[in-house]
């Protein structure tokens, strides 16, 4: 009579039975909880840092004789309409918008692009005079802008370009901030083997910077194109400048707001929240990404 024999489980098996042990410290996951202190810390930040904007619609919605009081009124009124019609009557502020977003955005296109171009070649390609030229164009940064102002204004109205918009377009359209940016972004995200790869399978430069570098360098491009479109969005020195008050950008446009003996700061803040709706919009576009890229560069490392 023959008999089943059962196999014996080795230890190497009933170890792999045991159900993982959960790492000590928290939960399972390795996901990290903080504290009380930190969740009130983070609250206080978000509430100082929203108060401005929240003070500016606030200031928007009153009239000029609300905000003069004391103390003075900390909730949105009923006078947005009738201050959102000032806006429109005392600044062409439908065509400053319009100007500050052919700026913004073609500066923000032109800097993401042109930087992403430098910073691929000063971080992966080899030339000659590349530590030089890098040094060179960092060293920019430190120079003030306003020195460059009357050599600028020279050449614009040489070019004959002076209350055009390209007067301010052009020389905002590549920043050496820009190119140091995206040039340590790529020494940090874009590996050697795989430009190698590439080179291996015949590909160009261009192919590999349109196929290998642009959806690597995506999270840094957008976070350098909300930089960039801040920035442009709120620059007041140089369009002030180089543009007049029949070709305004929003920044010029709105100091044309609440003249008179008594400015109305209530008109002013009504086109200042008119001003910042565009850059939240932006930042609610980019942020998706921003964020995604943190994250992908978290589990990277």
């Keep these: 009579m023959t008999t089943l024999a059962t196999p014996r489980r080795t230890e190497k098996t009933a170890t792999a039975a045991r159900p993982a042990s959960r790492p000590r410290g928290g939960r399972a996951g390795g996901h990290q909880h903080g504290g009380r202190l930190a969740y009130a810390i983070l609250i206080i930040a978000a509430l100082i840092s929203a108060f401005p904007f929240y003070w500016t619609i606030v200031a928007a919605t009153r009239s000029n004789a609300d905000l003069a009081k004391t103390p003075p009124a900390l909730l ?43 910073g691929f070649a000063f971080a992966k390609l080899q030339f000659k005079g590349r530590n030089a030229l890098l040094a060179l164009t960092i060293g920019t940064m430190m120079i003030p802008p306003q020195l460059g102002v009357i050599p600028l204004f020279m050449v614009i109205a040489k070019l004959h370009w002076v209350n055009q918009l390209q007067a301010v377009i052009l020389p905002g359209i590549v920043s050496a901030f820009g190119v140091f940016f995206m040039r340590q972004y790529l020494v940090q995200t874009l590996p050697d083997e795989l430009i190698e790869a590439a080179r291996v399978d015949g590909a160009s430069t261009r192919r590999i910077f349109w196929s290998i570098v642009i959806p690597i360098a995506r999270p840094g ?77 978290a589990v990277k490392g």
């Design 76 to 118: 949105p009124g009923g006078n947005l309409i009738h201050n959102f019609q000032q806006v429109l009557e005392q600044a062409d502020i439908a065509k400053a918008l319009l100007n500050s977003l052919i700026v913004s955005g073609a500066v923000t296109v032109g800097t993401v692009l042109f930087s992403t171009l430098a």
């Design 221 to 297: 491009m957008a976070v350098l194109g909300m930089l960039t479109f801040m920035a442009s969005w709120n620059d007041f020195f140089w369009p002030i400048i180089a543009l007049s008050s029949q070709e305004p950008t929003v920044q010029v446009a709105l100091r044309q707001l609440g003249g008179g003996y008594v400015h109305d700061q209530s008109v002013i803040m009504a086109g200042t929240l008119l001003g910042t709706l565009p850059v939240l919009l932006v930042f609610g576009l980019l942020g998706r990404h921003i964020v995604g890229g943190i994250m992908q560069g």
